[in-house]
C-alpha cells in the first residue's frame, strides 16, 4: 500500500559534535532515541505505531564531524488491531524542545561522572544558545517519491566526500570545495594531508555499527 510519509531530519548543536566523536558508543542510542520520540508522539497523539526507516550520515559538508539522523517516517501507522490510520501532523517547536531534551539527557546519561562534570559547561551552552531547541525539519511530501527516495539512499550511503570535490593537491596540502550553509556560497578549504586523512577516518563506521535501522511497524 502506497502511503504519505515524511523525510525527518534531526540535528544537534555544532559544540557537541565533538562529544559523539570522542564516544561514539552512544550513537546506536542517538538513533534509538530520535526513532522513540516520533513513535512515541504518533502513539500518544493518534493512537498508531508508525514505520520509520532511519540513516546516521556523520559527516557534514567540510568532511566535519557531524552526527545528524534522516528518517522517512509514515505519516499515520497500525493500530492495535492492525488497521492502517493516516495522521499527517508533526509539531516542530514541541519537537525541537523534547529532542534538545532527549540528546542532553543522553549524553549526561552516557558518559562517566568525572566526564559528565567536565562536559556540563558544553551542555549548558547547548541548552541556553538554543531556547527553540535543536533543528528539526520534516516538510511535507512534494514531487516524484521515488526521486526522493533515491536521493536520501544517495544520501545515506555515499563517501563523506566524492574526488570531484577535490580542487586540489601537491603532496603536502589538499583543497576541498564545500558549500557554506550559512551564506550559501561555494568555498575552498585547504588542510593538510594529515587532517584529511584523519577527517576522513572518522566516518568509518565501528565493527558490526548499524547506520540504516528500522522501527515501528
Excluded: C
Amino acid at each position: 500500500m502506497q502511503v504519505n510519509y515524511r523525510h525527518v531530519i534531526f540535528t544537534i548543536d555544532e559544540g557537541l559534535r565533538d562529544v559523539f566523536l570522542l564516544h561514539r558508543h552512544l550513537l546506536k542510542a542517538f538513533m534509538d532515541e530520535a526513532a522513540k520520540l516520533l513513535t512515541s508522539f504518533f502513539q500518544k497523539k493518534a493512537k498508531v505505531t508508525p514505520g520509520i526507516i532511519m540513516g546516521i550520515p556523520t559527516f557534514g559538508s567540510k568532511v566535519n564531524f557531524n552526527p545528524h539522523v534522516h528518517l522517512l517516517v509514515t505519516m499515520g501507522g497500525l493500530t492495535k488491531t492492525g488497521e492502517w490510520k493516516e495522521y499527517d501532523y508533526l509539531p516542530f517547536k514541541m519537537l525541537r524542545k523534547q529532542w534538545q531534551t532527549v540528546v542532553l539527557k543522553l549524553i549526561r546519561k552516557g558518559v562517566t561522572e568525572e566526564e559528565k562534570k567536565r562536559l556540563e559547561p558544553k551542555l549548558q551552552k547547548a541548552f541556553s544558545e538554543n531556547r527553540e531547541g535543536f533543528y528539526v525539519h520534516a516538510p511535507k511530501q512534494k514531487g516524484n517519491v521515488k526521486e526522493q527516495l533515491r536521493y536520501i539512499g544517495r544520501y545515506i550511503r555515499r563517501p563523506a566526500i566524492g574526488p570531484n570535490r577535490i580542487e586540489a593537491y601537491d603532496g603536502q596540502f589538499v583543497s576541498i570545495k564545500y558549500m557554506d550553509k550559512t551564506d550559501g556560497v561555494e568555498k575552498i578549504e585547504t588542510v593538510s594531508v594529515e587532517e584529511f586523512i584523519t577527517r576522513l577516518i572518522r566516518y568509518i563506521p565501528d565493527e558490526q555499527f548499524k547506520t540504516i535501522r528500522h522501527y515501528g511497524m
